[in-house]
């Protein structure tokens, strides 16, 4: 498949499909998805080892949060895309795409939130390091919709737009849906190229460059537990907004023209705002220490008491009274 840039002369030559023997086949988009799981795992890994986590406990959260991932994204998908499913087997073709990342991240979270409670691990400090390890997996992974040549947007005359015959393909099969919703898109063809928004290139560096400033804010600014994944939650859900207003193929709410993930992405920025600056507040007020990822406290009430530094006791110097030096008196004759 030929993909054209505008500010390129000549196109670029993709395959969906990164491996085929007989009928099995691996599609990019999977290589993709799985190379920037397996970067946000090293990332996540090596930050655990710098806070002091337990090997075992990590991987038991990275295996329930992978699960509560891959169930929530797919599930996510389905539900909003029912109309798409001829068999409930296609419900399970998860390598032929269809998994949203909105679903991804509610269902890792619901999973790593189960383990932590039997492990008795920090869930909020869990999440900060969690928060920067998302950002590596889904720049990366959003580079699969490159290859499958989705999660595009609508056309544009910018340097950077896209054209090839898969979104002109989208464009024209889906006139109907366009019309429905109020969207205007032309497809044009390889001689009269209409290009459109890349989506997915403007996701991805959006995440990479939140990543960048989150990692930095962690080493330089971190003051509570949880504070990266509100900051997290305010910096996707604000790029994803935007983003998801541009693209052609949204997942909209029943009949209607509001779409699914640009409704969540503002609740999320707002949502995340107000707890930012309510715990900001709060730890102005009653200062602590970030609590260790492996400590938990037994209960509320032993989260909230104030620190009190402990004082080691002052050394009390005895000093040995000085020895008496008895005056020699001399013997008075005896009258």
Known sequence: MQVFFRMFENPITINATALEVGN???QWYGVLIAFGFLLAVLFGGRMAHNWKMS???MVDVLIGGTIGGVVGARLYYVLFNLGSMNNFFDIFRIWEGGLAIYGGIIGGLLGAFIVTRFNKLNFLNLMDLAAMSFLIGQGIGRW???TNQEAFGGNTNLPWGMW?????????????MFAQHGIEAVAGNVFERAYVHPTFLYESLWVLLGFGLL???CRKWRSFSGQLILLYGMWYGAGRFVIEGLRLDPLFIGGSSVRVSQLLSGLLVLGCAAAFVYFTLKFKKNPRPIEGIDFFPDSPAEAEQPVVE???PE???VEEPAEEIAEEVPNEPIA
């Not at 090839?164 to 109907?176: D, H, L, P, V």
Request: without cysteine; hydrophobic residues 45%.
């Open 315 to 317: 050394e009390v110097v």
């Open 215 to 217: 990692y930095l804010f």
């Open 55 to 57: 090997l075992d406990k």
């Open 144 to 146: 699969g919709n490159f």
């Open 24 to 26: 099995f086949t691996i």
């Open 310 to 312: 402990e004082v080691a």
């Open 164 to 176: 090839s015959q898969a979104t002109a393909n989208y464009i024209n099969a889906n006139q109907g």
